[in-house]
């Protein structure tokens, strides 16, 4: 069984950072898409960030410009820094791990953007 882990969030002043991680309990991290999904209190979930196992990476239009994902394959671990944070940005932030047959989501962590 994958276990994904996210650590990283907290409270942050508009137009601050943060840096999200998510480890892997093993080597998925390597041939897996590893996407971020994020959800705030009464919404649905939703996209924001994606690399795949090549390091092509893909952004939400909300998120473009400001989110940036990578990966160190040697640490089973994917990182979403978040630069210019907005209130809007607030949510509880998960990662998702996804190949043939495999689908894996993270417990999430929480960030709070305040004005």
């Known amino acids: 069984q994958v276990q994904l882990v996210e650590s990283g969030g907290g409270l942050v002043q508009a137009g601050g950072s943060l840096r999200l991680s998510c480890t892997a309990s093993?080597?998925?991290?390597?041939?897996?898409?590893m996407s971020w999904y994020r959800q705030a209190p009464g919404k649905q979930r939703e996209y924001v960030a994606l690399?795949?196992?090549?390091?092509?990476?893909n952004y939400a239009d909300s998120v473009k410009g400001r989110f940036t994902t990578s990966r160190d394959n040697a640490k089973n671990t994917v990182y979403l820094q978040m630069n210019s944070l907005k209130p809007e940005d607030t949510a509880v932030y998960y990662c998702?791990?996804?190949?043939?047959?495999?689908?894996?989501w993270g417990q999430g962590t929480q960030v709070t953007v305040s004005s």
């Open positions: 093993t080597y998925i991290v390597n041939v897996a898409t």
């Open positions: 690399i795949t196992s090549t390091g092509g990476t």
């Open positions: 998702n791990a996804k190949s043939v047959g495999q689908d894996y």
